[in-house]
């Protein structure tokens, strides 16, 4: 059975960091694109950031590049998501994502998600 369980999340000041791992069992992500998804209240699940694997290829939404870097570590299976300079429209639950095929933007792209975390930035 595939499970991926993200950490990390909690409460932080605006300006702050968080760093959430997400570590995947059932099965090796080692060449699998994975990616970063966050969900606040009343929107739409928003793309945050991905990792190709294969290749390496990062990938960031304009409104976290420069402050949020996506990293893995595939001798432990585990994903990254280190977020600097956080602001209160960070907050959101934060979840990780695996895809079978190409790396996407798209969260309807991931098969495998984590149950999320809670990231709360306040002013």
């Known amino acids: 059975q595939v499970q991926l369980v993200e950490s990390g999340g909690g409460l932080v000041q605006a300006g702050g960091s968080l760093r959430l791992s997400c570590a995947a069992s059932?099965?090796?992500?080692?060449?699998?694109?994975m990616g970063w998804f966050r969900q606040s209240p009343g929107r739409e699940k928003e793309f945050v950031a991905y990792?190709?694997?294969?290749?390496?290829?990062?990938i960031y939404a304009d409104s976290v590049k420069g402050r949020f870097t996506i990293s893995r570590d595939n001798a432990k299976n585990t994903v990254y998501l280190q977020m600097n300079s956080l602001k209160p429209v960070d907050t959101a639950v934060y979840y990780c994502?695996?895809?079978?095929?190409?790396?996407?933007?798209?969260?309807?792209?991931?098969?495998?998600w984590g149950q999320g975390t809670q990231v709360t930035v306040s002013s």
């Open positions: 994502a695996a895809a079978l095929g190409v790396a996407s933007t798209k969260s309807s792209q991931y098969t495998y």
């Open positions: 990792n190709s694997g294969i290749g390496g290829t990062t």
């Open positions: 059932g099965r090796t992500f080692g060449g699998s694109a």
